[in-house]
């Protein structure tokens, strides 16, 4: 069966501080897909990245960075030298399969950046 | 701008009644999904629709339906409301030769009193 966890419900950090939030999933499939998402509170799922489990390697866009690890089914996010724009829920999520499958999504981490 | 919107952007039923929220995406977005996310969780998946027949269905009761039209429009159907129905509904598109990646609509607010 399909199952995400986010064990971090909040985290809040200062501005500028770098913050990583956790992300481990379950599956059988040999072939699947992670994402994250972003929710600021106007409630709008904003795409940020998508791996297949062919691709270990880690990436990077500007201030995040994407650290994906199958031997610990771990597929975490980090943000650098975060902004108070940062603030919002992020959540991980798993497909199957090929195609438009269905997401799995984790309980999500609620980030507070302070200035 | 992901071309997905949904309307209503807010709604408030009484226990027992029926509802329609709708879904408008992009021409060639031939997959669209809905989800419900109840406060505080991660979104839930209802169901998708590709090329307007039913691609899958989630964990919810046949009260739940809905329909996809030929100009990439859809209907999430709730009928007999509850409660617990309060949520609120996503709807998600793919985009042609990208069917893995889902970009979502801004959603709509259901409270059911």
């Known amino acids: 069966a399909q199952k995400v966890t986010q064990a971090q419900t909040e985290i809040s950090v200062v501005e500028k501080e770098d913050v990583t939030l956790d992300c481990v999933y379950e599956t059988r499939d040999t072939t699947y897909y992670l994402f994250w998402y972003k929710q600021p509170p106007s409630g709008e799922l904003v795409f940020l990245i998508r791996r297949n489990s062919f691709d270990e390697q880690n990436e990077i866009s500007g201030r995040y960075s994407w650290n994906f690890q199958k031997s610990t089914s771990s597929f975490n996010f980090t943000i650098t030298a975060s902004q108070v724009v940062d603030s919002a829920v992020y959540f991980c999520a798993l497909s199957e399969g090929e195609g438009a499958q269905k997401l799995v999504f984790g309980q999500g981490t609620r980030l507070t950046i302070n200035p | 701008e992901t071309g997905v919107t949904q309307s209503p952007t807010h709604l408030i039923k009484t226990r027992g009644q029926q509802v329609t929220l709708r879904c408008s995406s992009q021409?060639?977005?031939?997959?669209v999904s809905w989800y419900q996310q109840a406060l505080g969780q991660g979104p839930q998946f209802i169901f998708q629709y590709y090329r307007e027949e039913e691609n899958g269905r989630g964990n919810f009761p046949p009260r739940f339906s809905g329909l996809q039209f030929p100009n990439y429009s859809s209907e999430l159907n709730v009928n007999a409301l509850e409660l617990d129905d309060s949520a609120l509904y996503l709807c998600?598109?793919?985009?042609?030769?990208?069917?893995?990646?889902?970009?979502f609509g801004p959603g709509t607010r259901l409270l059911v009193l």
């Open positions: 021409s060639g977005h031939n997959t």
């Open positions: 998600a598109s793919s985009l042609p030769g990208q069917l893995i990646t889902q970009y």
